[in-house]
């Protein structure tokens, strides 16, 4: 069965933040909203320091955090692991918000414009239902869903791959479907030593942190 999965190389991430401005563009978000976040790090000890960049967000998790406590049963998870939010079931109570433990959700309760004034690209993707209810990083299933429609595969035809991974302009972001073991993001796992945000909470996000190459066996 499908499982979508997003993997982020931490040794290309350079923080230009194209991510970020490519999610809000698709996704028409307020100017406080940031689906696609970039975190900017520090790590080591003087003089050996390192700056190091870690995109976030949504981590679709196995086994959603936020989706236990909706009261409303609002958020849900798909088949192939995308999580969902149904904004006409979603009673903006914020629990999800103050349950997932990587920050990801967002509530907005009135209308927000960058420039006060929606540009054009607000206007056409303003969505009314987002507000006041709680929204979050979709891995843009509008696309995928879209795309598997015409027959095109999700994490090589941008057409039906997320916004922010097209738009990475050092290929930091990869896209695919981690139950194929020929997908781009099983062969960077399969290749490279990796890790995921929070796994000991058992959450089982799908946004994997790759950061070098595997050892090779003795």
């Given at each position: 069965?499908?499982?979508?999965a997003?993997?982020?190389?931490?040794?290309?991430?350079?923080?230009?933040?194209?991510?970020?401005?490519s999610?809000?563009?698709?996704?028409?978000?307020p100017?406080?909203?940031?689906w696609?976040?970039?975190l900017d790090m520090?790590?080591?000890?003087?003089?050996?320091v390192k700056?190091?960049?870690?995109?976030?967000?949504?981590?679709h998790?196995?086994?959603?955090?936020c989706?236990h406590v909706?009261?409303?049963?609002?958020t849900?998870?798909r088949?192939?692991?995308?999580?969902?939010?149904?904004?006409?079931l979603?009673?903006g109570?914020?629990?999800?918000a103050?349950?997932?433990?990587?920050?990801?959700?967002?509530?907005?309760?009135?209308?927000?414009?960058?420039?006060?004034?929606?540009?054009?690209?607000?206007?056409?993707?303003?969505?009314?239902?987002?507000?006041a209810?709680?929204?979050?990083?979709?891995?843009?299933?509008?696309?995928?869903?879209a795309?598997?429609?015409?027959?095109?595969?999700?994490?090589?035809?941008?057409?039906?791959t997320?916004?922010?991974?097209?738009?990475?302009?050092?290929?930091?972001?990869?896209?695919?479907d981690?139950?194929?073991p020929?997908?781009?993001?099983s062969?960077?796992?399969?290749e490279?030593?990796?890790f995921?945000?929070?796994?000991?909470?058992?959450?089982g996000?799908?946004?994997?942190y790759?950061?070098?190459?595997?050892?090779?066996?003795?």
């Amino acid at each position: 069965m499908t499982r979508w999965a997003m993997v982020a190389d931490l040794r290309r991430c350079v923080g230009c933040q194209t991510c970020t401005a490519s999610c809000k563009q698709a996704n028409a978000t307020p100017p406080d909203v940031q689906w696609r976040r970039v975190l900017d790090m520090e790590v080591g000890e003087y003089p050996a320091v390192k700056r190091v960049f870690v995109p976030v967000g949504c981590m679709h998790c196995d086994d959603p955090p936020c989706m236990h406590v909706c009261p409303s049963t609002a958020t849900k998870k798909r088949p192939d692991g995308i999580v969902t939010i149904d904004y006409d079931l979603c009673i903006g109570c914020s629990y999800c918000a103050v349950a997932c433990p990587y920050q990801a959700r967002y509530k907005t309760d009135r209308a927000s414009f960058a420039y006060g004034k929606p540009t054009a690209a607000e206007e056409q993707g303003f969505d009314p239902k987002r507000l006041a209810v709680a929204t979050k990083c979709t891995f843009c299933v509008d696309r995928i869903d879209a795309g598997l429609a015409k027959g095109l595969k999700p994490g090589v035809d941008p057409e039906a791959t997320p916004a922010c991974v097209n738009s990475c302009i050092t290929q930091t972001l990869s896209f695919g479907d981690i139950e194929d073991p020929h997908s781009n993001v099983s062969g960077l796992l399969a290749e490279n030593q990796y890790f995921r945000m929070h796994e000991e909470l058992g959450t089982g996000p799908r946004f994997y942190y790759v950061w070098d190459k595997k050892e090779a066996e003795a």
